[in-house]
């Protein structure tokens, strides 16, 4: 038989870098940026041909749903402090790797970008996804259209799988912060090796890189609640991640 190994996030970066670029064009050496958002953890994997740097983050869509999104629907908040959280990781990666502001090219993969997408396009066709250019404005209203709605609501949404409606709010706030702190209008998504599985394509797909562009625009975030509550998330700016930190760490304790 096969002896499984459980690799650490930096291994798992390097090994999701080299499965995902493989095909891609060499790129005359411009380095890239791998982007997998995964349920406890996320990966940045900076290189050219092989991952060079790698950093793994504590930020996943599972983690986050149970760390910061108790309510049903999520309150604005708990939205906050959730891309608050993960914007405080990005300030320690930036000071390692300040190389990343200036990337042409963004990859993402995993099921929270192939989710999100999938919403976009209204139907989870990974033929179709996989290479799909996910614009900041098509990220931005997504992630409006699924923090207003329930569990129950979200569920109903073309292209959702219902075993992702309960975490991809967690993830969602993951992509907005990433596309907003890095000021990407857009990210391409490549479905990890178990989408691609499900849909027999790993063999027959080829990657296709993702050329961003960066700006500062926002999408307003908008609901029925107060302005007020709302702000930190209209403006892009971050929520009190160190308070909800604080609170998440005295729950695991």
């Known amino acids: 038989g096969v002896r499984p190994v459980v690799l650490d996030g930096v291994s798992e970066g390097q090994l999701a870098f080299l499965g995902s670029c493989v095909d891609l064009p060499s790129g005359a050496g411009a380095p890239r940026l791998l982007v997998d958002i995964g349920g406890g953890s996320t990966q940045f994997s900076l290189g050219t041909e092989q991952a060079e740097q790698v950093r793994s983050l504590d930020v996943g869509c599972v983690r986050m749903t149970e760390a910061y999104l108790r309510s049903d629907p999520p309150r604005a908040e708990d939205l906050s402090n959730a891309i608050g959280h993960v914007t405080d990781h990005f300030d320690d990666v930036l000071r390692d790797l300040p190389e990343l502001l200036d990337v042409p090219t963004i990859i993402g993969i995993g099921g929270t970008i192939t989710a999100a997408a999938a919403v976009e396009v209204g139907r989870m066709d990974l033929d ?126």
């Open 128 to 253: 179709e996804l996989h290479g799909f250019w996910l614009s900041r404005a098509a990220a931005e209203d997504v992630f409006r259209t699924l923090v207003t709605e329930s569990f129950a609501e979200r569920i109903h949404n073309p292209g959702l799988p219902e075993d992702r409606a309960r975490t991809i709010v967690g993830g969602s706030c993951a992509v907005v912060a990433i596309m907003r702190y890095f000021g990407l209008e857009s990210i391409q998504d490549l479905p990890g090796i178990d989408e691609l599985k499900a849909a027999g394509l790993l063999d027959s797909k080829r990657g296709v890189s993702a050329y961003s562009t960066r700006g500062t625009d926002t999408l307003l975030f908008d609901t029925e609640e107060s302005d007020e509550a709302l702000e930190p998330l209209m403006d892009g700016s971050e929520g009190d991640g160190d308070d909800a930190g604080e609170d998440n760490e005295k729950k695991e304790d």
